[in-house]
């Protein structure tokens, strides 16, 4: 049951799964755990290429991973996220719809909606 997974848990999942990150350049491990509505947590690590750009953050890694599994947006509701979400992972968040985003930044935990991460944001409704 949903409901029985805290924030602080969610963020211990992320924590946990870090230490999957395939991050040789950076050396910058980022896990991120996400809540789906019917109780599973979908989890991401940061994916590094050697041609840099092509890296792919722990936030898209679960999202991406959860679509491919079936979900849509709308059916998550908190990402957990062990460092700041970058700039382009806040429109995923954004377009994936999580009620809220807890998330490490400076030592402290952070949560925030996706309009307080990401305000007059680009959605759907621009197109
Ligand atoms: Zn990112």
Redesign the pocket.
């Known amino acids: 049951m949903s409901s029985a997974i805290t924030d602080t848990d969610l963020l211990a999942a992320a924590d946990g799964v870090a230490a999957r990150a395939y991050a040789p350049y950076s050396s910058f491990d980022v896990g991120c755990a996400v809540l789906a509505r019917d109780g599973r947590v979908i989890e991401g690590v940061n994916v590094e290429n050697a041609a840099y750009p092509l890296g792919v953050?722990?936030?898209?890694t679960a999202f991406a991973r959860a679509i491919a599994e079936g979900y849509r947006p709308g059916d998550f509701v908190v990402a957990a996220i062990t460092a700041s979400?970058?700039?382009?992972?806040r429109q995923?968040l954004h377009e994936m719809g999580v009620e809220r985003v807890v998330f490490r930044n400076g030592g402290r935990v952070v949560t925030m909606t996706p309009d307080e991460l990401l305000p007059e944001s680009f959605d759907s409704s621009n197109l």
Not at 57 to 60: F, K, N, S, T
Not at 85 to 89: A, S, V, W
């Open positions: 953050c722990a936030e898209r979400p970058c700039g382009g992972c995923w």
